[in-house]
């Protein structure tokens, strides 16, 4: 089926260890978007594609880093992970000129302890 | 920057109307959205409406838009106990490479 896959779903991480995260859309869509979900906090920008090759920073990019080789894929990663990172990631793609195509990815839980 | 808030919490009984509200800062938004997000899941898009448009109805789902005072709300009529999750209402403008911007969030318990 269509639609942006996000791996790993869950993830448990020691402090400092360093990881990435992958998502992928099937859908040829321009627009990547990586969001992290805090409780109380709603859903903040980290960084954001708008196409293959291109990367912006979004409202909590700090500690993390992303990158965009190939249009389907859209990589965040965290060189070394801190407890504040502790949140469920989600990935998110859409087409350009289609306002209500956003599609999210089911999310990916990380731990840092 | 821009702003979304919501309530965070909105207790009805099953069978009653539900109505819940968002506040957004940004006076170019285009799209507002509402989106619902059950326990352990994804988020799931409800309904959008843009700018120009006071109300849009979607069977139970009601969207009421009043751009003077920047104010967005979402009516769930006969609301049922499959209605119980978290709602986000979020806003975009062309102008920001399509961002959207979230609510905290309206956690929405159905009681019997």
């Known amino acids: 089926n269509a639609g942006v896959t996000q791996t790993p779903k869950f993830r448990v991480l020691k402090t400092g260890q360093s990881m990435t995260l992958l998502c992928a859309q099937d859908?040829?869509?321009?627009?990547m978007y990586w969001y992290r979900q805090d409780p109380g906090m709603g859903l903040r920008l980290i960084h954001y594609?708008?196409?293959?090759?291109?990367?912006a920073k979004g409202e909590v990019p700090d500690g993390y880093n992303v990158s965009r080789l190939k249009k389907q894929n859209f990589l965040l990663g965290l060189e070394s992970a801190a407890p504040s990172q502790t949140s469920v990631y989600f990935c998110?793609?859409?087409?350009?000129?289609?306002?209500?195509?956003?599609?999210f990815g089911s999310g990916t839980r990380l731990t840092v302890v | 920057g821009e702003d979304v808030e919501q309530s965070l919490f909105l207790s009805v009984r099953e069978g009653d109307s539900s109505v819940i509200n968002c506040t957004y800062t940004?006076?170019?938004?285009?799209?507002l959205y509402w989106y619902k997000q059950e326990p352990g899941a994804g988020l799931q898009l409800l309904t959008y409406?843009?700018?120009?448009?006071d109300m849009k109805q979607d069977q139970r789902l009601t969207v009421l838009l009043n751009k003077k005072d920047k104010h967005l709300s979402l009516r769930i009529a006969d609301t049922q106990t499959g209605d119980s999750a978290i709602y986000f209402c979020?806003?975009?403008?062309?102008?920001?490479?399509?961002?959207?911007?979230f609510g905290t969030g309206t956690r929405l318990q159905v009681t019997l």
């Open positions: 998110a793609s859409r087409s350009q000129g289609n306002a209500g195509g956003y599609t």
């Open positions: 859908m040829n869509h321009e627009y």
């Open positions: 594609s708008v196409g293959e090759g291109t990367t």
């Open positions: 940004d006076s170019s938004s285009t799209y």
């Open positions: 409406i843009f700018s120009n448009m």
């Open positions: 979020a806003e975009t403008n062309t102008g920001t490479a399509s961002k959207l911007t």
